[in-house]
């Protein structure tokens, strides 16, 4: 069964610093990962998806990594605002399905 | 443009009522999902349909029944709630299905409590 970790599960940083936050998963077999953000009260939001082929998406100041060999994910924000404070899930496609974490929680300070 | 409508946004049922959740949308995606979200716990898919009048059964399917009559709905029934089904529940969609290079799209949430 495939498990999806986040961690860590909240994460604050000041305003203007570059972060990571990292997703891994134990069944290197998925066709695609997707990074979602979740604003409070909100649905999920698509930012990036890496097909299984791919090793990085990049959309502005969001970049994503996979290496599906060691079962991770990355996804790194540049130059962080206060706007980009919200939940950050990643989800993994095997099969039909997504399995998704738990989620990271940022809270960028100003 | 809608995207994933879903109706009601709240509801408070009392244990053993029964309700209806609906999901509508106007991409014509042929994939669609029900998950619930629940803390702690992330999202969990609970029944999918791969196309019109398909349904599938997900990681946590009992207590919920889906049908699939257009393309366009997807319905979710709780035949006699429980307070275990208290929950966020989303409706979401996609183009097509595994490998695909498209997202998913999410509808906004269902808050449903049961009491």
């Known amino acids: 069964k495939q498990e999806v970790t986040q961690i860590p599960a909240a994460l604050s940083v000041p305003e203007g610093e570059n972060l990571v936050l990292n997703c891994s998963f134990t069944d290197s077999a998925i066709y695609n990962l997707q990074w979602f953000r979740q604003d409070p009260g909100k649905g999920l939001t698509s930012l990036l998806l890496?097909?299984?082929?791919?090793r990085e998406q990049t959309s502005g100041r969001l970049n994503a990594s996979l290496d599906k060999s060691s079962g991770r994910s990355t996804l790194y924000i540049a130059a962080s605002q206060p706007g980009d404070s919200a939940t950050y899930l990643c989800?993994?496609?095997?099969?039909?399905?997504?399995?998704f974490g738990t989620g990271t929680r940022l809270t960028i300070i100003p | 443009n809608a995207g994933v409508t879903q109706t009601p946004k709240f509801r408070v049922l009392k244990t053993g009522q029964s309700m209806t959740l609906l999901c509508a949308q106007d991409?014509?995606?042929?994939?669609m999902y029900w998950y619930r979200q629940d803390p702690g716990m992330g999202l969990r898919l609970i029944h999918y349909s791969v196309g019109e009048g398909t349904t599938a059964k997900g990681e946590v399917p009992d207590g919920y029944n889906v049908s699939r009559l257009k393309k366009q709905n997807f319905l979710l029934g709780l035949e006699s709630a429980a307070p275990s089904q208290t929950s966020v529940y989303f409706c979401a969609t996609t183009l097509e299905g595994r490998g695909s290079n498209q997202p998913q799209h999410f509808g906004d949430g269902t808050r449903l409590s049961i009491l």
């Open positions: 989800a993994v496609v095997g099969n039909e399905k997504l399995t």
């Open positions: 991409m014509n995606h042929e994939y």
């Open positions: 890496i097909q299984s082929s791919q």
